[in-house]
């Protein structure tokens, strides 16, 4: 075990219980011991101390969907490389996605990505199952099993079930297990073989498009079901102003249903593609780095009226949770033609530092967005020792500086994904350090730690 | 006015080519018409001027880009748009190889990028691609140093017909500088249909879109495109119309049900002689070709006096013969 960690100096923001103020928070024995100044005689005879001034010290983030890739498609990402690089990005627990090769639909797969975590994660890794066996659509998986192996969720992402009939037994049949029903909301027959948002912009790279109505309409039907059903229904990564205000009535009906947004969808909008630069400065004309594979992602980005109406609904709590349907490729999948080029971002380095660009631009306050990767997902997963500062939580913490300034360099993450549509932007705000369990799952070098007290234990 | 117009062209060819540009560094691709200033679309039609004066010459042929290799890369099938760029890299002395995809190692698994690599390796100065997927010519313009001159990509851009429909239609009208221009048809996927709209609109045109709602793609129009307007109705597009331009109907849409029938389209859309005359009295009629002749056109009014089909595939090869001097005619 770990010694005992004192973080001195934060300020401590744990929006969960109505924490946000500067002060020390100790952790010992991997959980967080107290938070606040301690009394005299509380802090122990030897400890280590992090001196967090100026940084923000919160609940480790917990993301709930990523892709690991393990087992199947290693040379995207490996179990040991995703949780690193979550670690990088400041989370402490990461939901995996099933949608492995063999797919997690058995016990089996569930035990095997729990080992593989357990020896080689750097951070927690919460298995989430398949939907459907095979996540083929046809047949519902063993539900009971699943649950008992320990997923937390159930989903086909990427995938989504298109029968509705099955949805709709599946939905009930899930009610027995209390399990959570991610779904990834795609009418597949109006996204036919779009690649990216249809506008504009498609219209004039001459690519095809994936209407907002694709997600829409099973956005709505989920919300059908789920009403039907009184199961437990969670929206994966929304990305259109629609899909929002039919959650946003959903909610207001008191249907169980609740969502997620990524990051992405929150910060760039679909003239990405075009090869336009963080500062959204917009050329007259295509250049050369227009098809920019690496703003190629299911949903797609969309347009500043959608990002508008998602970041509404994040502030209204429409939209429960940030996720960053973390999507990591290897290069060869995406340096080629756009229209075979693979979908997805490689997202957890720089989760935070993007979102911390609505904070600064004022759309978007601190606490909230904490909230939105830390007690709203908790809450979600309906796990209480994670994404709190709390006496006996588990030493889940994550520190970082709100005005550090560094540029998005691909090939330092630690992901095997270097496909990142933010290469060479400067973002404002990095993860100084990220503690899972009480131990440090990673550490930029510039933090210095210093051991207080004696340095070496009496024996006998 | 002969020996003018050849001493204006030889001063052309004698010297090192004008610089086509779009700010400071001299244009090294052709890949929409997008980028292109209005000063430099004027340039290529001047430039074609001179180029089709050595195009209709007996002998048709310049040493101008005589030591130069073009090679042309066609991922689909191609008659008029391939063998106008043979003709006119060969018009100008220069080597021509051409590869298609079957029978070159993308039948083995090479990537597009390594196809390009190779050209460039083997000796060429230009590659001129036409591609299936939109964006392909982008892709490898980022990874060779020679220029790439786009021959259709996908649904996305036919830059080259762009300028010899313009080059075609200021012969007539003198100046594109409010000229109303009808393009009829399926929209949604045509390159040329896109790459028109952007030479139309710089120079001063003005652009009516004419097809059943499933065949225009959305957002082409205001804002992202000022003076392109829509009208469904072919009687009403064709009012005031200066140009007409029917784009070939692939049958094929019906099928994927864009459409519920040929027979309809032809109804409401063919362009026909009782249409035709909706038009100003002296319109006349572009295609880019290939035609599918008693769908969106009927046989009079493609072969008929108001017809300059055939006169667009001559001036290709001048626009061409242009583009490939400008292009590669100034390096030294």
Redesign the interface.
């Known amino acids: 075990m770990a010694i005992p960690l004192l973080i001195v100096g934060g300020r401590v923001i744990d929006p969960g219980q109505g924490i946000d103020k500067v002060g020390d928070l100790l952790i010992d024995g991997g959980s967080i011991a107290r938070v606040g100044q301690g009394e005299e005689g509380q802090t122990p005879e030897q400890y280590q101390i992090f001196h967090a001034e100026g940084m923000i010290v919160c609940p480790g983030l917990i993301d709930l969907h990523c892709h690991l890739r393990e087992p199947g498609f290693e040379e995207k990402e490996t179990i040991a490389t995703g949780t690193r690089a979550a670690a990088r990005g400041g989370f402490t627990t990461v939901c995996c996605m099933a949608n492995t090769n063999p797919p997690i639909d058995s016990r089996a797969a569930v035990e095997f990505i729990q080992k593989k975590a357990a020896a080689e994660g750097a951070v927690r890794v919460l298995p989430i199952g398949c939907i459907t066996k095979g996540r083929k659509g046809q047949e519902m998986v063993e539900m009971g099993e699943l649950a008992g192996a320990g997923v937390v969720a159930l989903s086909d992402d990427g995938d989504p079930v298109g029968d509705s009939r099955l949805m709709r037994y599946v939905l009930e049949y899930s009610r027995s297990f209390d399990l959570i029903i991610i779904d990834h909301c795609e009418d597949v027959s109006l996204s036919q073989d779009g690649v990216m948002n249809e506008g504009w912009v498609s219209t004039k790279l001459g690519l095809r498009g994936i209407p907002a109505a694709a997600e829409e309409v099973m956005v709505a039907r989920d919300i059908a079901l789920a009403e039907m059903t009184g199961a437990r229904v969670h929206i994966a990564h929304v990305s259109t102003a629609g899909s929002a205000d039919l959650i946003r009535r959903a909610k207001d009906k008191g249907i169980p249903v609740t969502a997620e947004v990524t990051p992405h969808h929150l910060t760039l909008t679909e003239e990405r593609v075009m090869g336009y630069g963080w500062d959204n400065k917009k050329p007259s004309s295509l250049s050369l780095i227009a098809y920019d594979t690496n703003a190629k992602v299911n949903p797609p980005l969309r347009t500043a009226r959608d990002i508008q109406a998602l970041i509404a609904a994040l502030k209204e709590g429409v939209i429960d949770a940030i996720a960053t349907d973390h999507a990591p490729h290897e290069d060869v999948e995406k340096i080629c033609e756009f229209d075979i080029a693979a979908f997805g971002i490689s997202g957890l380095e720089t989760a935070l530092g993007s979102l911390l660009t609505l904070v600064h631009s004022g759309e978007v306050d601190l606490p909230t967005l904490i909230s939105k990767l830390t007690a709203e997902p908790a809450k979600i997963l309906r796990k209480s020792e994670i994404g709190a500062l709390k006496a006996g939580a588990s030493g889940d913490v994550t520190i970082f500086d709100p005005e550090a300034e560094w540029i998005v360099e691909p090939s330092a993450f630690a992901s095997k994904g270097k496909n990142t549509p933010l290469a060479g932007c400067l973002l404002k705000g990095k993860v100084m350090a990220t503690i899972c369990r009480g131990e440090i799952a990673h550490k930029e070098d510039a933090v210095k730690l210093e051991t207080i007290g004696r340095q070496t234990r009496v024996r006998g | 006015m002969r020996t003018t117009k050849q001493k204006e062209e030889k001063a052309i060819l004698a010297e090192p080519a004008p610089s086509l540009a779009?700010g400071p560094s001299r244009r090294r691709?052709i890949?929409?018409l997008?980028?292109f200033t209005r000063e430099e679309i004027e340039l290529v039609l001047e430039t074609a001027d001179a180029m089709r004066e050595v195009f209709g010459r007996e002998i048709k042929k310049v040493p101008t880009l005589r030591g130069k290799t073009v090679v042309t890369v066609f991922y689909e099938p191609s008659t008029r748009t391939r063998i106008s760029f043979e003709q006119a890299a060969k018009s100008l002395s220069a080597d021509v190889i051409n590869l298609g995809a079957s029978g070159s190692s993308t039948e083995k698994g090479e990537?597009?990028?390594d196809t390009a690599r190779t050209i460039q390796a083997l000796g060429a100065d230009a590659i001129v691609m036409r591609?299936y997927?939109?964006?392909?010519p982008?892709?490898i313009?980022?990874c060779v140093d020679i220029s790439v001159i786009n021959g259709g990509?996908?649904?996305?851009?036919h830059p080259t017909q762009g300028l010899l429909d313009l080059y075609t239609m200021k012969e007539h009208l003198g100046t594109m500088e409010g000229a109303k221009v009808v393009i009829i048809g399926d929209i949604l996927h045509s390159?040329v249909a896109?790459s028109n709209i952007w030479g139309l609109t710089k120079m001063g045109a003005e652009v009516v879109l004419c097809a059943p709602p499933t065949l225009v793609?959305?957002?082409?129009g205001p804002p992202?495109?000022p003076s392109v307007t829509m009208e469904p109705n072919l009687d009403r597009a064709l009012e005031g119309a200066d140009v007409i331009m029917p784009l070939r109907l692939q049958k094929e849409r019906q099928k994927r049900g864009l459409l519920p029938s040929v027979r309809e389209y032809i109804q409401f859309y063919q362009l026909d002689s009782r249409r035709l005359a909706m038009a100003e009295p002296d319109a006349f009629v572009l295609h880019p070709g290939p035609m599918n002749e008693g769908v969106e056109i009927t046989p009079e009014v493609a072969h008929g006096a108001q017809s300059v089909i055939e006169e667009q595939v001559t001036n290709g090869v001048a626009v061409r013969m242009a583009l490939l001097y400008l292009l590669v005619g100034g390096v030294q």
């Not at chain 2, 997927?133 to 392909?136: L, S």
């Not at chain 2, 990509?153 to 851009?157: N, Q, S, V, W």
């Open positions: 779009t691709h890949l929409d997008d980028d990537s597009l990028i591609h997927h939109a964006g392909a982008y892709l313009a980022q990509d996908g649904c996305h851009a390159r896109r793609p959305v957002g082409l992202a495109f």
